[in-house]
């Protein structure tokens, strides 16, 4: 039954930033591969007595023995931190007995070498329950859509809406004149491309079971035949660790719906869903017009449901735990939890899981507060909008509040601004960046953000007159709302909250021209990696 699995836990969560543990464990067990490697090497030279002139047998015995003291000391250091790292509640004598669980660790006489504890499924079930049987798709759909869940990607738009079309549409395909007998298709969107983004990453690849889940139930409850999980190419040990999440699972029997672990070539309008559909088709990756709709045609030419990682994990929580119990966090026109990536001019960027409804002085406060004198805040990342400090402080984490100041809530994003930075030409940069990643396909795109871009290094770097400002607020008016994706309205909501929040910049530098901040290394991040859409 949905929602009666396990007993509620206090909070929603999804994820937690690595601890120290973690890190000590990840670092101390492969460092202690290597060095028990190293260790059977050099016992095997000792063994058969190898010395050469240059190489007599007295260094070989020092270097095995040095080795092998060092494995042990390494070993005893990661079972110890293993054990001690309260995120996955794994047992001494999983650690220690080879193969006694599900997981299956790299054993090499001494102990377990762990190079990933969220790969183990038995991890995961003590910490969230026994995984639910696909079923019951109806009330599944019915229950997140009490449970007010909206999609974590950065639209906001209702999960269950989306699900409950797909599963209509695939209804309608089984039942019509063809009687198509293939479901539909669920993409698991990981891909964030985003940049100034880490949420989707750490979710896949701290709990990548829990995202499974939510693609099992969400496969089954849309009626879905195949499943894809795509990520972010640049991250090559990532998606082997969620191929083999995904064979553990297929071993123990836990999903009915195939999963592919498929990656994605960065850019920034990669994860916009009909530029993931149309590069999942084998065509080219950037967005298209609409209709037809994800849901009436998508991939291979089947209804398909594109939700974002975290959403389906989200989901997966609601299925365990219920409506109510989702319901009874976040505020009450923004039920739940979410991951908030903070970075920027904090003492400690992190991604962190809130209670939606949490002033922004608060998460930043959890963040380690400011590292230096703050300015502005930018809500929402590259599709949001700058916010002025300290006034951005009491605004509440609601995608409705933040948009009422100017900005958005996204896909969970906080950039902390200080003062040594020049908001100019942080967004100048942006702009550029964001021209440069058009699909060019549309006029706002192939002509529109170009000439913004342009007319805002002109602001940031050089001596703005009225005709360029006049020319940029032409342009803001031009572009929105007129392209084939969100790329053109989102720039152009950057802009305008740049020329509103730093208004007195923007006169000082037509009054003298560009500040020395200008200058300085960005702080907006702007990745070499993600080249221009095709």
Same mark, same amino acid.
């Given at each position: ?322 409506? $109510?119990?989702?319901? #009874?966090?976040? %505020?009450? /026109? @923004? &039920? !739940? ?6 970075? *920027? ?82 967004? $100048?940069?942006?702009? #550029?960046?964001? %021209?440069? /990643? @058009? &699909? !060019? ?6 002509? *529109? ?82 080249? $221009?859409?095709?």
């Amino acid at each position: 039954m949905i929602g009666s699995s396990a007993a509620a836990p206090a909070t929603a969560i999804v994820v937690t930033s690595s601890t120290p543990f973690w890190f000590i464990t990840r670092a101390t067990g492969l460092v202690a591969l290597v060095l028990l490697t190293a260790s059977m090497a050099l016992g095997l030279l000792a063994s058969v007595r190898y010395q050469s002139r240059g190489w007599p047998r007295f260094v070989t015995a020092g270097l095995h023995r040095n080795a092998s003291v060092l494995a042990c000391a390494f070993t005893g250091v990661h079972i110890v931190t293993t054990l001690a790292d309260g995120f996955v509640p794994i047992r001494l004598q999983d650690v220690v007995i080879p193969f006694i669980s599900a997981y299956r660790p790299v054993w090499l006489g001494l102990g377990a070498i762990a190079f990933d504890l969220m790969l183990a499924l038995t991890g995961h079930i003590s910490r969230y329950g026994p995984i639910l049987p696909p079923g019951g798709g109806a009330e599944l759909i019915a229950e997140v859509d009490r449970a007010g869940l909206a999609g974590r990607g950065g639209a906001g738009f209702p999960a269950a809406r989306k699900m409950h079309a797909v599963a209509a549409a695939t209804a309608g395909r089984k039942s019509g004149l063809l009687r198509a007998d293939r479901g539909s298709v669920l993409v698991a969107n990981g891909v964030e491309s985003e940049p100034a983004s880490s949420k989707d990453k750490m979710l896949l690849d701290r709990s990548p079971h829990l995202v499974l889940d939510g693609i099992a139930l969400a496969a089954a409850a849309t009626g879905a035949s195949r499943a894809y999980l795509c990520l972010h190419d640049g991250y090559p040990g990532l998606a082997g660790q969620l191929r083999a999440a995904v064979n553990e699972r297929e071993r123990a029997g836990a999903d009915r719906v195939p999963v592919q672990v498929t990656e994605i070539p960065g850019g920034y309008v990669a994860s916009q869903e009909t530029a993931l559909i149309s590069y999942l088709n084998g065509g080219p990756q950037r967005p298209s017009f609409v209709p037809p709709r994800p849901f009436e045609r998508g991939v291979h030419g089947r209804p398909t449901l594109v939700q974002n990682v975290e959403t389906l994990a989200h989901l997966a929580l609601i299925a365990r735990y219920g409506a $109510a119990w989702f319901r #009874g966090l976040g %505020a009450p /026109q @923004s &039920a !739940g939890s979410a991951l908030i990536t903070v970075s *920027g001019a904090v003492r400690q960027p992190s991604v962190l899981e809130i209670e939606l409804g949490t002033r922004i002085g608060d998460l930043l406060e959890r963040a380690g507060g400011p590292a230096e004198p703050p300015q502005a805040i930018l809500a929402g990342g590259y599709f949001g909008g700058w916010l002025p400090y300290p006034a951005a402080l009491d605004i509440r984490m609601t995608d409705a509040d933040l948009r009422a100041a100017g900005a958005a809530l996204g896909p969970g994003i906080l950039v902390l601004l200080p003062e040594s930075a020049c908001g100019l030409a942080e967004t $100048a940069r942006t702009i #550029g960046y964001l %021209a440069g /990643q @058009s &699909a !060019g396909q549309c006029g706002p795109c192939l002509n *529109g953000l170009p000439a913004l871009a342009d007319a805002f290094d002109e602001v940031a770097f050089a001596r703005p007159g009225r005709d360029t400002l006049g020319w940029v607020r032409q342009l803001l008016g031009l572009v929105a709302g007129r392209g084939a994706c969100q790329l053109p309205d989102g720039t152009a909501a950057l802009a305008a909250s740049t020329l509103r929040v730093f208004d007195r910049d923007l006169r000082r530098h037509a009054a003298s021209g560009p500040c020395p901040q200008a200058w300085r290394l960005p702080v907006l991040p702007e990745p070499a990696d993600q080249d $221009a859409a095709p």
